[in-house]
């Protein structure tokens, strides 16, 4: 499958913002995209921001907080060493994901330095979108359920596939069988750990097509129902 790209309860979700001196309606819908590595979570995600949602990718956003001159960049620097600084000053990530994806005590580590510059940068990123209008945020996330980023979600959506897939999607991806199988081991049995928690599971093991078309359903029903969540007398003017 090709790769894509990518409501705060409280004071964000009274009603419409101004902005850029006209009334717009607020962002009814925010939806946690979660699930293993190489199940197509960011294909997913390209799809929904084609829909009209705005996407926020969590990894985009720790490359942003451990870009140089960030703090979390140094506090990472401090505990692993300075062989995971380039030569321009950046971190290298792919020397630090065979370290921290071997080593369980390390990751743990790391996403305690990263995480909550992370999630404060991912707020940040939410109430921007918010002033913008739109049906629904997707906030793309591996690490969403159980921690405090689940909380900001309407829904939570659930990509999966078979294990056989997943592999065979990491290994076109560049990674060699063992270390695939590395970074599907750190996450463990990681989909059925998460099933209970998922509104809606899109399944990704079949055709681009049909697995876009069925995201694509899922995306309307889910705004609608928001919509008539928040607006009931409102379905109708909605409806198409």
Same mark, same amino acid.
């Given at each position: ?16 913002? =101004?902005?850029?001196? =006209? ?218």
């Amino acid at each position: 499958m090709p790769r894509g790209r990518r409501g705060l309860p409280g004071k964000h979700a009274a009603g419409p913002r =101004k902005s850029e001196g =006209k009334l717009r309606e607020p962002i009814r819908l925010r939806i946690g995209l979660t699930g293993p590595i190489g199940c197509g979570k960011s294909t997913v995600a390209g799809w929904l921001a084609d829909l009209g949602a705005k996407v926020i990718d969590a990894d985009d956003v720790a490359r942003e907080v451990t870009a140089p001159g960030q703090p979390a960049l140094e506090a990472v620097i401090d505990r692993f060493g300075e062989r995971f600084r380039n030569a321009d000053g950046s971190l290298d990530r792919s020397l630090l994901a065979e370290v921290v994806f071997s080593d369980p005590a390390a990751l743990r580590d790391l996403e305690a330095i990263t995480h909550p510059a992370v999630r404060e940068r991912i707020r940040e990123a939410i109430e921007t979108a918010e002033r913008t209008g739109g049906d629904a945020i997707v906030i793309e996330a591996i690490k969403l359920v159980g921690g405090p980023l689940a909380a900001l979600c309407d829904e939570i959506w659930l990509v999966t596939c078979e294990p056989a897939i997943q592999r065979a999607r990491l290994v076109g991806r560049g990674a060699d069988a063992a270390d695939a199988e590395r970074r599907i081991a750190t996450q463990g049995n990681i989909a059925e750990r998460l099933r209970d928690a998922a509104t809606r599971v899109i399944d990704t093991g079949g055709t681009a097509e049909a697995t876009r078309e069925s995201v694509s359903a899922e995306f309307h029903r889910a705004v609608d129902a928001r919509r008539r969540a928040i607006h009931p007398g409102d379905a109708t003017r909605h409806a198409g």
